[in-house]
């Protein structure tokens, strides 16, 4: 399948899942601002990690792990600016225009603060 190892994506795609039915089931019973914590669970950048585990060993395995951490903490601070907007926009807006600026938002935060913070 396109020189994909078959067996990470499948790990990512439980990880992922298992979280937002985690985060769902968690808002429903205790409340969308302890739900939201859990929507934020870092399940995908996990499940990356566990992935490179299984192609990487030593100190190969140390600098792709941290490569992915750089990225995913630039991921993360856009989803903080992401999350903050749609706070807003949402009530502004409504839930599909509000959450679609919000996306817009992101893309255009990742971007920025990946370039400001490694350079070009």
Do not use: H, N, Q
Request: glycine share 14%.
């Amino acid at each position: 399948m396109f020189g994909i190892d078959l067996f990470p994506v499948l790990l990512r795609f439980l990880f992922g899942g298992s979280a937002v039915v985690a985060a769902t089931l968690i808002a429903r019973a205790f409340g969308g601002r302890i739900g939201g914590i859990f929507a934020a669970f870092p399940a995908v950048y996990l499940a990356a990690v566990v992935g490179l585990s299984l192609e990487y060993e030593g100190s190969e395995l140390l600098f792709v792990s941290e490569e992915l951490s750089k990225g995913a903490l630039v991921g993360m601070l856009a989803d903080i600016g992401c999350a903050l907007a749609a706070s807003y926009l949402i009530l502004r807006y409504g839930w599909k225009k509000g959450l679609g600026y919000s996306l817009l938002l992101w893309a255009v935060l990742a971007p920025l603060i990946y370039f400001a913070w490694f350079g070009f």
